[in-house]
Each structure stands twice: as C-alpha cells, then as structure tokens.
C-alpha cells in the first residue's frame, strides 16, 4: 500500500490550493478515504472523509463551506480542494486509508500566510 500526497506549498491568506492523494497497491475503490491535517504542537485532526463510492462526505466544521474532499476511482485519487485559505490551515496535511490496518501518507505542507 502506498498514498503519495502533493500539492501543498506557501499561500497568501483566501488563496486555493488543491492537494491529491495518489493510492496503489490495494482495491482503492473498496476504501474510504480521508484527510488528516497536524499542525505544529497540536494533535492530528480529521479534516474530510469520503466514503468508497463517493456518495458520501464529512467534514470538521472548521473547514465546511471552504474544503470539498471528491475522489476519482479510475485514477485511484482522492483530492482535497481548499478555498479561502487562512493561517489557522496550515498545517502538515496527510492522506489515509480507513480499514484494519489503516495506512497513512507521508503528508505534504500547507502553509497559509496572513
């Protein structure tokens, strides 16, 4: 199993960014997926989640109304799209696969500056 975050990087304040997850080595279709975000000296957190077909979403309330998690089963992708970025999203942003085991990616940076 391997989950390869990207699209991190250096924001301004209500600027987008879109990270994406790219799974292999397991049915990524069968799995739900989810975003996990750790900010220095905090515990992680549950961002947004996703159930394996798609049909379904959750998200921490801090982010409904500005992230959108979607998923493509054919690429075996899963996507986090963040609007109107602040400085309290940034963060190390981290990729996981639910089930027993879970699996988790490397995570890739976010930073927002005010």
């Known amino acids: 199993v391997q989950l390869v975050e990207s699209g991190g990087g250096l924001v301004q304040s209500g600027e987008s960014l879109r990270l994406s997850c790219a799974a292999s080595?397991?049915?990524?279709?069968?799995?739900?997926m989810s975003w996990y975000r750790q900010a220095p000296g905090k515990e992680r957190e549950l961002v947004a989640a996703?159930?394996?077909?798609?049909?379904?979403?959750n998200y921490a309330d801090s982010v409904k109304g500005r992230f959108t998690i979607s998923r493509d089963n054919v690429k075996n992708t899963v996507y986090l799209q963040m609007n109107n970025l602040k400085p309290e999203d940034t963060a190390m942003y981290y990729c996981r696969r639910a089930g027993i085991p879970s699996y988790w990616g490397q995570g890739t940076q976010v930073t927002v500056s005010s």
């Open positions: 996703i159930i394996s077909n798609g049909g379904s979403t």
């Open positions: 080595g397991f049915t990524f279709s069968r799995y739900a």
